[in-house]
T-cell receptor
Framework: DTEVTQTPKHLVMGMTNKKSLKCEQH?????MYWYKQKAKKPPELMFV???????INESVPSRFSPECPNSSLLNLHLHALQPEDSALYLC?????????????????FGEGSRLTVL | AQTVTQSQPEMSVQEAETVTLSCTYD???????LFWYKQPPSRQMILVIR??????QNATENRFSVNFQKAAKSFSLKISDSQLGDTAMYFC???????????????FGRGTQLTVWP
């Protein structure tokens, strides 16, 4: 199994809604990432979890709340979003040991969740 | 800080021809990975090719090869025998390999939109 699975593929929500994005991988990877991508732009890093602990938060607004319940699962909880938060949200996991040295550097990406905030 | 520059926002090539996408980067690290990722309209980010900085030999993957010039900090991608399915946004990316605050973080260029026409 070499997949990163993201659900839902599409999400439309109002500014007062609470929703969640889910990401799952069963490759034994211990680092997982959330990226935000606007159209025709590169992905922007939001959060990194390493061994289920939050390692990097790129000054993301608190209306985005990540959670890593176990080594295979990563959630992104959404609350009181703004229309400018509409984007493709990509999840990725990193192959190889992450502590000390990156062994292979290969990130496996999911297909993304397309979020539209009305 | 690591920066990745792709100076060609768009390129086009005829089917079966060869095209080269440019990428330069700036880093003070000595041990790192370089990548080319492809993102077709289906939106999933797919790894095309990876280069380890300590290896002098240029990486190749079937029709894809790189020209890695470490001293010049240049990492170009050559696509031979272009196919219609190669149409996609191509991102050059950098990852630090050693221990440090940037460990495991992927830095992207702004992307090059490649169109292959019949």
């Amino acid at each position: 199994d070499t997949e990163v699975t993201q659900t839902p593929k599409h999400l439309v929500m109002g500014m007062t809604n609470k929703k969640s994005l889910k990401c799952e991988q069963h490759m034994g990877h211990r680092a997982m990432y959330w990226y935000k991508q606007k159209a025709k732009k590169p992905p922007e890093l939001m959060f990194v979890y390493s061994y289920e602990k939050l390692s990097i938060n790129e000054s993301v607004p608190s209306r985005f709340s990540p959670e890593c319940p176990n080594s295979s699962l990563l959630n992104l909880h959404l609350h009181a979003l703004q229309p400018e938060d509409s984007a493709l949200y990509l999840c990725a996991s990193l192959q190889g040991r992450w502590r000390g040295q990156v062994k292979t550097g290969e990130l496996f990406f999911g297909e993304g969740s397309r979020l539209t905030v009305l | 800080a690591q920066t990745v520059t792709q100076s060609q926002p768009e390129m086009s090539v005829q089917e079966a021809e060869t095209v080269t996408l440019s990428c330069t980067y700036d880093t003070s690290e000595s041990n790192y990975y370089l990548f080319w990722y492809k993102q077709p309209p289906s939106r999933q980010m797919i790894l095309v090719i990876r280069q380890e900085a300590y290896k002098q030999q240029n990486a190749t993957e079937n029709r894809f090869s790189v020209n890695f010039q470490k001293a010049a900090k240049s990492f170009s991608l050559k696509i031979s025998d272009s196919q219609l399915g190669d149409t996609a946004m191509y991102f050059c990316a950098f990852m630090n390999r050693d221990r440090g605050s940037t460990l495991g973080r992927l830095y992207f260029g702004r992307g090059t939109q490649l169109t292959v026409w019949p």
